[in-house]
């Protein structure tokens, strides 16, 4: 009886065969044995088209007979490998070839299952081929360059536990764009952390590091901080509106209440009318907001001038602070004064600038009321008419971001 070969070429010798070449034929099979355990071979697929590797009965030159293949040669189109049917083996093989096209392993016939080398893709696979008789599969095991993590390629990683991972300046979105942008700070102690939520409770985001620590958002140029399409209010500098109607006479040295008709069914004015003649005084409180930093304020004057005088007008103001059982018989603080000139124009609208800090007298804190003097100082100034007081703009600033 003749000799016989396996599927991938190994001679199954008959007995009593081959009389006297036994030794040979066995050597021969103990090569062939090494070389589909461990050989290598390089292959040039240069070109396009169909290339089938092969099985050589009884020899080392079967292209489908090596543990390890490297694909070489330039491509100029796509490339496809077959493998014999009935091979089952497994190969570790690397796509060397130069220039971007697809390269496909696959069974000489039949619709079995194939492996494929994108593009871009000049790496490794591992593949099994499974040797059905009539619909062989070629498939890759899940290591190789698309498979792996590695330090030049683009992977997704589904379901990884990255723990302290170090990033460099940006994050990206999957088109490649700018979602976030990160700076070091040499010796940082201060971070951001972020917490998920139970339900019905928000995330939070904190800031941690040291005992009192800010978070800053900074928009920029003339961007406003936002929550949904509403700005988030910053504490800082606020402003109070009082007009002339909530304001009252001082009994001592008061300005004139009037209403003032400009023309019929056009703005009236409530005005206070301060004589050029003597100092006139109007006074007025407010119980600031909690969020008030109990510092200095700075004021603007709205008036109108009664006359078509251009001299300066000097307007003064002055405060005090007074708390739970504090007594409301308590001098107020330093005035400080504002010049305007006159426009030139009766019933002309007039915006004096800000003026500098005014210190609030007594000790200015939480719920509180603070009582105001305002006056116009006519014995310093050159306005020679009534001067209309309209209101005053207050200039405060807050630390807080709500009064709660």
């Known amino acids: 009886m003749a000799s016989t070969f396996t599927d991938l070429g190994i001679e199954l010798m008959a007995t009593g065969e081959n009389a006297g070449t036994w030794g040979t034929k066995t050597n021969a099979n103990l090569s062939l044995v090494e070389q ?13 088209g169909t290339t089938a590797l092969s099985i050589a009965d009884g ?8 543990r390890v293949i490297e694909l070489t040669g330039a491509l100029t189109g796509s490339r496809i490998l077959t493998f014999p049917l009935l091979t089952e083996n497994f190969y570790f093989i690397k796509n060397s070839t130069t220039n971007a096209e697809t390269l496909q392993l696959k ?6 299952a194939t492996v494929t080398w994108a593009t871009d893709n000049k790496g ?18 899940a ?44 010796s940082a102690v201060n971070e951001l952390t972020l917490a998920n939520a139970s339900t019905g409770n928000g995330p939070i985001l904190s800031a941690t590091g040291e005992t009192n620590v800010d978070i800053n958002l900074n928009p920029k140029g ?15 500098k606020e402003t109070m509106w009082i007009p002339a109607s909530a304001m009252y006479a001082t009994t001592t040295n008061p300005a004139e209440a009037a209403q003032v008709e400009t023309t019929a069914l056009r703005p ?6 301060f004589a050029a003649a003597a100092d006139d005084f109007v006074q007025f409180s407010v119980a600031f907001p909690k969020s008030w930093n109990e510092g200095t304020i700075t004021y603007q004057t709205f008036w109108t001038p009664s006359t078509t005088n251009t001299g300066n007008c000097i307007w003064g103001l002055q405060g005090v602070s007074v708390g739970d059982g504090d007594t409301i018989d308590v001098a107020f603080g330093t005035a400080i004064t504002v010049t305007d000139a006159g426009i030139g124009t009766v019933e002309d609208q007039q915006v004096t600038a800000e003026s500098s800090a005014v210190t609030i007298a007594g000790s200015p804190a939480v719920d509180q009321q603070t009582y105001f003097n305002f006056f116009r100082d006519a014995s310093a100034d050159s306005f020679t008419g009534v001067a209309r007081l309209l209101g005053i703009k207050i200039f405060f600033t807050t630390d807080a971001a709500n009064d709660a």
């Open 124 to 141: 490794w696979k591992l593949i099994y081929v499974d040797g059905v008789a009539t619909n062989t599969g070629v498939y890759e095991a």
């Open 268 to 273: 009236d004015m409530k005005v206070f009318d």
């Open 36 to 48: 589909l355990t461990g050989g290598y071979l390089s292959l040039a697929v240069a070109g396009s």
């Open 107 to 112: 069974a000489v016939s039949g619709s079995g």
């Open 59 to 66: 020899a080392l030159t079967g292209t489908a007979q090596h």
């Open 222 to 236: 003339t961007g406003v901080l936002k929550s949904a399409t509403a700005a988030v209010k910053i504490a800082g």
């Open 143 to 186: 290591i190789g360059e698309a498979n792996e993590v590695t330090l030049t390629g683009t992977q997704t990683l589904t379901n990884k536990t990255l723990t302290a991972p170090k990033i460099g300046t940006s994050i990206l979105d999957t088109n490649g764009n700018e979602l976030l942008l990160l700076t070091a700070t040499g």
